[in-house]
């Protein structure tokens, strides 16, 4: 029933999570047993343990659940003529104490100012994990964690420097007809290699699990590990350690106030949608060689300096 959910989705990274809730990670208790069996009962047991802990996956794992247990019953119905209820029924779950998962808060994603980025590259580049090349390729495409998760090996062109990003790995899937290109600068290029050099998956940064791209988690963990138990990579305003996703406002500050590039081409670069919905019905350009000078002006800023090997002492709470 998984893989059969699966081939509807929209996504590999989306079929990969989805696969990972519904196995032994969470519903581990369910999955050896006759369906028609299981309860309301057990359906809580498997939520409880994240249902408060982990608000971000409860929100995902419900769904999925109850989406299965759904076309279960009509199965059953249909070709065994078993009339059942849905264990995880909303009411049902309620009536056992369930509420709503509290809303996510998170604001903005916390970032480094640009002007720190060549001392924190220098600091990930001392690194030599996997997940390290990962986060240093996020921060010079600017892409989304899950859109670098989900590259293979059959989207780049590495001869013309382009990275071609299907739409199903976009976030904007549905505005877009084709796919999204990337110019690489040399270093994103020379990771790609450097990857490709000891290839081992249809993922350029494959994950843990065989057949599996690299979670996102293992690009916040390098930033942790740089972190250690005093944090010097946080967001001066907020306080928090800086996270992969906000990489791209730190580009795009840098873009806006350090760079001359104009606002249409930086938008671009950030994969959003551009012009009113008449101009863009006119455009007939995605503008990649004008964004690749963008992309290895931005590279060429993130390059560490001579003095990088001096890692700033800012505190939490300083």
Not at 177 to 188: G, I, Q, T, W
Not at 291 to 311: F, G, I, K, Y
């Amino acid at each position: 029933m998984i893989e059969d959910a699966q081939i509807r989705l929209s996504g590999e990274r989306v079929a990969y999570w989805w696969g990972r809730h519904l196995g032994p990670a969470y519903c581990g208790p369910l999955l050896d047993r006759p369906v028609n069996e299981i309860t309301t009962t057990d359906i809580a047991a498997v939520l409880r343990p994240v249902w408060r802990s982990k608000p971000e996956v409860a929100r995902k794992l419900y769904p999925a659940i109850r989406r299965v247990f759904e076309a279960a019953r009509i199965r059953l119905r249909d070709e065994h003529g078993v009339v059942s209820d849905n264990p995880a029924r909303w009411d049902d779950l309620k009536a056992m104490g369930f509420e709503a998962p509290k809303a996510l808060t998170r604001g903005h994603h916390p970032s480094l100012p640009y002007a720190q980025i060549p001392a924190f590259m220098a600091a990930l580049r001392e690194r030599s994990a996997i997940g390290a090349r990962f986060l240093e390729f996020i921060i010079l495409t600017n892409v989304r964690v899950g859109t670098a998760a989900a590259a293979t090996w059959d989207q780049f062109d590495l001869e013309a420097g382009v990275w071609s990003i299907p739409t199903a790995n976009l976030k904007d899937k549905r505005h877009r007809k084709e796919a999204f290109r990337v110019p690489l600068s040399p270093r994103a290029a020379e990771i790609v290699r450097e990857m490709e050099a000891g290839r081992v998956s249809q993922y350029v940064f494959p994950g843990r699990a065989t057949g599996a791209p690299m979670s996102s988690i293992a690009a916040i963990s390098v930033i942790e590990r740089m972190n250690g138990d005093s944090p010097v990579w946080v967001d001066p305003t907020s306080r928090r350690p800086a996270v992969p996703h906000g990489f791209r406002a730190s580009f795009k500050t840098w873009a806006e106030e350090a760079s001359t590039f104009p606002h249409s081409i930086v938008e671009e670069a950030m994969g959003h949608r551009v012009g009113t919905v008449v101009e863009r019905a006119y455009r007939r350009t995605d503008l990649l060689e004008h964004r690749r000078r963008l992309m290895d002006a931005w590279a060429a800023h993130c390059e560490p300096r001579s003095t990088d090997n001096v890692v700033p002492l800012t505190r939490r709470g300083a």
